[in-house]
Each structure stands twice: as structure tokens, then as C-alpha cells.
């Protein structure tokens, strides 16, 4: 059973550009969520996709946006690039049980992939 | 988002009980805690999770204080393999809120 895949493993930008991560969720998870993790940091919240929708968000700029398909696979795009957005991003998928609701299911686990290095010159 | 407060770094010997502490004095009556590891170059894993009452698995097992303002994740027998990076998370809307997370080092 593959868990999920990211792809490209690694990439290098220069500032201005524009970048598109791509992501598979585990077998049978619906729900995707980006989180971006700096070098020495905790992974950060980006935003995460259900019914090829955006329904939650973190502290990010409109720069970064994302795309869910009807295949639950997803697409981070980041554009404009700057040197600080040089960092592991991160794909993570889980199921939701039932309808999505604001609170959620605390119980649910994510499984992660092994991310995508983005390097920015 | 609730937080959590856990030590920068903690090390072990091989083969000796691993005890990881987390403080939690915010936490809301819905919050799970959720436990994941990250080893070097890989995405984070999941470890274990809970509400009130402790937990065990294959890989560990979660101590809940009975406030649920703190909670320990034990590794009974630490292996090599163990050496990660291990955040505890508390859980209620669907994201993850990650912190700095604790640094464990297993001396051989």
C-alpha cells in the first residue's frame, strides 16, 4: 500500500519564478494538507484541501496557493518566489469521516510524505 | 491554536527506557494529543495519540496526567533507530499545529 508521494524530491528556483509541487495522498485518504518546514524549524500550516476545495488556511500569503483534483491528488504553486521560501515542503493526507466540519476529528492521524527541498537562488 | 512546551533536546543510552515530556496547560476538553516523530531527511511520522486515558502500541506508549495538562510519550526500549526529532501536538481542528519539538539522541 504506497503511502503518499511527493514529487519533485528536490528543485532549485531563482527569485520571480514560479513552482508547482505535486502530491498522492495514501490509498483512501480524501483530505490533503501542505505544511512548509524551514531548516532547524517545526513544519508550518500552509492550508488543506477537501472536495477539491480550500478549507482551512495558515499564516500564509496569497502567493502560495494549491489545487485539489477529483482523484484527491494536489498541487502546491508558489509564485513570485523569494530566498525564504527555500525550504522542505511537506504533503500530508487522512480521511474524513463523515462531513467536514470546522472542528474536526482530533482523532485524525496524517501520514506525511517525505517532502519536496526547494532551494531558491 | 493550543500550545505545547517540550525540551529542546534529551539523550538516552540504547536499550534503556526513553521518557519524553510535554506541558499542555491550555488544552481545550476536545484536544487530542497526538505524538509524531521526524527522522533525518524523512517527512514526520505518527507516533500515538490520545484523549484522556494512556495509550499503547507497537511503537510506544502515551501517559495522559489526569488534568490532561501534561502528558509523556515513553519508548520502552530505545533503539538507534529512535534518534528523531518528537513533537507533541494537541489536536482539534484538522491541521496540525507543530512546535520546535524535542531533539532525542540514543548514545549506543
Known amino acids: 500500500d504506497a503511502g503518499v508521494t511527493q514529487s519533485p524530491t528536490h528543485l532549485i528556483k531563482t527569485r520571480g519564478q514560479q513552482v508547482t509541487l505535486r502530491c498522492s495522498p495514501k490509498?483512501?485518504?480524501?483530505?490533503v494538507s501542505w505544511y512548509q518546514q524551514a531548516l532547524g524549524q517545526g513544519p508550518q500550516f500552509i492550508f488543506q484541501?477537501?472536495?477539491?476545495?480550500?478549507?482551512q488556511r495558515g499564516n500564509f500569503p496569497d502567493r502560495f496557493s494549491g489545487h485539489q483534483f477529483p482523484n484527491y491528488s494536489s498541487e502546491l504553486n508558489v509564485n513570485a518566489l523569494l530566498l525564504g521560501d527555500s525550504a522542505l515542503y511537506l504533503c500530508?493526507?487522512?480521511?474524513?469521516?463523515?462531513?467536514?466540519?470546522?472542528?474536526?476529528?482530533?482523532?485524525?492521524?496524517?501520514?506525511f510524505g517525505a517532502g519536496s527541498r526547494l532551494t531558491v537562488l | 491554536d493550543a500550545k505545547t512546551t517540550q525540551p529542546n533536546s534529551m539523550e538516552s543510552n540504547e536499550e534503556e527506557p526513553v521518557h519524553l515530556p510535554c506541558n499542555h496547560s491550555t488544552i481545550s476538553g476536545t484536544d487530542y494529543i497526538h505524538w509524531y516523530r521526524q527522522l533525518p531527511s524523512q517527512g514526520p511520522e505518527y507516533v500515538i495519540h490520545g484523549l484522556t486515558s494512556n495509550v499503547n502500541n507497537r511503537m510506544a506508549s502515551l501517559a495522559i496526567a489526569e488534568d490532561r495538562k501534561s502528558s509523556t510519550l515513553i519508548l520502552h526500549r530505545a533503539t538507534l533507530r529512535d534518534a528523531a526529532v518528537y513533537y507533541c501536538?494537541?489536536?482539534?481542528?484538522?491541521?496540525?499545529?507543530f512546535g520546535q519539538g524535542t531533539r532525542l539522541t540514543i548514545n549506543p
Open positions: 490509498s483512501g485518504h480524501d483530505t
Open positions: 501536538i494537541l489536536r482539534g481542528a484538522q491541521k496540525l499545529v
Open positions: 500530508a493526507s487522512s480521511l474524513v469521516v463523515g462531513k467536514f466540519l470546522a472542528g474536526g476529528s482530533g482523532a485524525n492521524v496524517l501520514t
Open positions: 484541501y477537501y472536495e477539491e476545495e480550500e478549507r
